[in-house]
Nanobody, 119 residues
């Protein structure tokens, strides 16, 4: 089992920045991909970004690829999502997720952290 705990959310003005963190515990050696999703009220959960174990492969949704940067520090078992040029439409609950080796889907999810962008 793997546990994920996000932090770093909060209230920020439009144009501002935030960095979300996701600390993994448990069987962290089994994690291959870490990712970030978000869910706004009344909307479906949306993929934002993912990163492989080595950090050599990253993927982004078109809506955030020029503004968000995903990274991870395996020594600290921590993933990050740096968000720049935030917009009110970025307001959502942001979730960290992990996909173990041998799995095609994300298996582990954090509890989420709220990001609110004011205009």
């Amino acid at each position: 089992q793997v546990q994920l705990v996000e932090s770093g959310g909060g209230l920020v003005q439009a144009g501002g920045s935030l960095r979300l963190s996701c600390v993994a515990s448990g069987r962290t050696s089994t994690i291959y991909v870490m990712g970030w999703f978000r869910q706004a009220p009344g909307k479906e959960r949306e993929f934002l970004a993912s990163i492989t174990k080595s950090g050599g492969n990253t993927y982004y949704a078109d809506s955030v690829k020029d503004r968000f940067t995903i990274s991870r520090d395996n020594a600290k078992n921590t993933g990050y999502l740096k968000m720049n040029s935030l917009k009110p439409e970025d307001t959502a609950v942001y979730y960290c997720t992990a996909r173990p080796y041998g799995y095609s889907d994300y298996v582990y999810w954090g509890q989420g952290t709220q990001v609110t962008v004011s205009s």
